[in-house]
């Protein structure tokens, strides 16, 4: 266990903040546990990807813009998902090209991590002293697998759980289909790539279907409840914080 | 919106056709692995994919010098040049070259470019016969249908529906093997390159220091066409340049290589203008029609890098919006990532070519695996963007995203939705889940469950954890 004293602030995501809040605990537990003092400021709200997927880049400019302002002076950011992460530290790029606001987008994609990479890469972390009994496959979500070259780092933490055992995901890399709004404006087309993502988890007999990702693990957990089938869907830092429970 | 609809119709007609399913996911599957294997095999991979692009971004910023430079070297050996800025004119060109020459009978070879211009149907219906002969293509002309894979036009067809085809329009003893399938093609098509009077090609790449044409291909089909009939028309998009016959050492390998898992293509024609004289083989004539067609438009503008593509069909194959809808539900000639770009640019006129962008995740797979490196997901967002500055966005999504914006720029209504919707899930959800939720969210529903609201956020939680400490 590191004793550093570093102080990062958790960007829990919108998603996580209101869907999935044990996954925003989980993450800070595993920072804390790691010596990080954790900060969540009580106005962060979201990462505006949303509107800038659909489009609407007057809309994400304000959201982010938001995020962006109070973001501003405070050290690392952590957040637990790829996509988010993607979003500020290869999107904000664009969004901010052109305007007042392009160093300091500049500049805070240069400290922005998701958190399996800030474990990992920054911290030094691999055992995170958790325990699973149990079979664990891996979805690489697209964001942080394409946008932030990331995929080694969970299975390291992963491969270090005691008592679970690991599996690789046949298309692990493959879209779930999930998307954003995409989910539902293309529903068909959405839950044909769910399905094959679906039919790949069922073969692997694992007990847990672990992700980087919630809105992933929405799209997937949200198959496997409609079908009966019994696998779990659970984000990577609630495995690694000891928050899932053996069944 | 009617048109609107047609897409959502395309669509769903491509779910349910289990023909397409089958032979999409048999197509798509093999040329994955054979492109991972291919470009697995190289030691320096990405080196060379960054040389590509450099050879390509050069091409294109230079193409003032390189297009006049290619006519020139191409006029020099006895060839003839047509700039044909649209459609129209490229048509009329090779219409009253044919009609000139007395030509009669017409073998092609495989030609997005020419599908682009829509020819086929015009050279028709000027009286002329018009025979496909690249195989994919001879099988989707007998259907009577387009392409719906850049380099594979029909990857839609299973083995079985072509031997349909066959035994109907060319007598062939029912069959689903192969090879006798291939044999009943091969006899049909070598008749037509014999009687054909014109031959007419696409160009892979066209080499403006030496003034060749590059073509590549695996069945011979392009080579016949090109040097049996006596007059060749070889359509070339302008932005299909290199600067140098050097070149082609990192282009032909990443094409291949990224294309079908080749190391290089079967054959790789060379063409230099016509026969000169003295020479036993090769065409009298011979025109390269440099098509325009909106590229020039599309030059100076954020979607510039669309034009790097070099036509490999990867990112069609990689595309899990592809694999599931194959290419004609995109409506346009060019479908998958790529076509999501280029359609709604190429042809604005189709009604619903804005929705194709919509039509993808973003899962990035297709710029992974684009030998040339474009950005792909980046463009798609901004066709996106530029949708919504025209206006063309469906109002509910319109509604839904201004209420997002207003909640997640303030604090206030952010948090007394959260409570809102923690409320509505005490009383709706089951099991920690809904199973039916109102329009829109129904679409969410109708296949898959949605989480319910859990009875305190993060944050309340973790404000609640601080004030005990």
Known sequence: MTTSHRRAVLFATCIVDQLYPTVGLAAAELLERHGVAVDVPPDLLCCGQMAFNAGFRDDAYAVAGRALEILRGKGDVVLPSGSCAAMIRHLYHELFANTPFAGAAEELSHRTYELSEYLVDVLGVDDTGAHFSGRITYHDACHGLRFLGLGAQARALLNHVQGAEVVPLPGCDQCCGFGGLFAVKQEQISTAMLDRKLAAIESTKADLLVTGDVSCMTQIAGGLSRRNLPTRARHLAEVLANMVDAR | ?469
């Open chain 2, 1 to 469: 919106m009617s048109q609107t609809i047609a897409f959502y119709d395309r669509v769903d007609h491509a779910l349910h056709d289990n023909s397409l399913q089958t032979a999409l996911q048999r197509a798509t599957t093999r040329f994955i692995s054979n492109r991972a294997g291919a470009i697995g095999a190289l030691s320096d991979a990405d080196r060379l994919r960054d040389q590509a692009r450099a050879i390509r971004a050069y091409a294109l910023a230079h193409l003032d010098e390189l297009l006049p430079k290619l006519a020139a070297n191409v006029e020099a050996r006895g060839g003839h040049v047509c700039w044909a800025s649209d459609g129209e004119e490229a048509r009329r060109y090779i219409i009253e070259l044919a009609q000139a020459r007395g030509v009669r009978s017409i073998v092609k070879s495989k030609s997005m470019a020419s599908e682009e211009i829509h020819l086929n149907e015009a050279l028709e219906h000027a009286g002329f016969e018009v025979v496909e002969t690249d195989l994919g293509e001879y099988i989707i002309q007998l259907a009577g249908e387009t392409p719906s894979h850049i380099i594979a036009p029909a990857i839609h067809k299973t083995r079985e529906q072509v031997s349909e085809l066959f035994v109907k329009h060319l007598g062939m003893t029912p069959t689903t093997e192969v090879p006798p399938m291939i044999r009943t093609a091969r006899q049909a098509l070598r008749q037509r390159f014999l009687q054909a009077d014109m031959g007419i090609s696409g160009v892979n790449f066209g080499v403006a220091d030496s003034g060749a044409i590059v073509i590549v291909e695996n069945e011979g089909n392009a080579r016949l066409s090109t040097t049996v009939p006596r007059i060749h028309v070889a359509i070339m998009g302008i932005e299909r340049i290199v600067a140098r016959m050097i070149d082609l050492g990192v282009m032909l390998q990443v094409l291949a290589r990224s294309a079908t898992g080749q190391k290089l293509s079967v054959y790789t024609s060379l063409i230099s203008g016509p026969a000169r004289p003295g020479e036993a083989d090769g065409p009298e004539e011979f025109h390269l029609v440099l098509l325009d067609n909106g590229r020039s438009r599309i030059l100076g503008g954020h979607y510039a890098e669309s034009l790097l593509c070099i036509r490999c069909g990867a990112c069609l194959n990689a595309c899990p919006v592809y694999q599931a809808i194959g290419g004609h539900a995109y409506g346009g000639v060019y479908s998958g990532p790529i076509g999501a770009i280029l359609t709604p640019l190429l042809q604005p006129d189709l009604p619903d070519a804005y929705l194709l962008p919509q039509a993808s995740s973003l899962c990035g797979a297709c710029q992974e695996v684009c030998p040339v490196r474009i950005a792909i997901p980046d463009m798609l967002l901004r066709h996106r963007a530029d949708a919504v500055k025209a206006g063309k966005v469906n109002p509910i999504e319109k509604l839904a995203i201004a209420g997002y914006t207003m909640t997640m720029t303030h604090p206030a209504i952010y948090n007394a939705s959260g409570k809102a919707a923690r409320f509505f899930s005490r009383i709706a959800a089951r099991k920690g889940r809904f199973r039916h939720l109102p329009p829109p969210l129904h679409l969410w529903t109708k296949q898959r469950d949605f989480p319910a609201p859990p009875p305190k956020s993060f944050r309340e939680l973790w404000a609640e954890r601080n004030k005990q400490r």
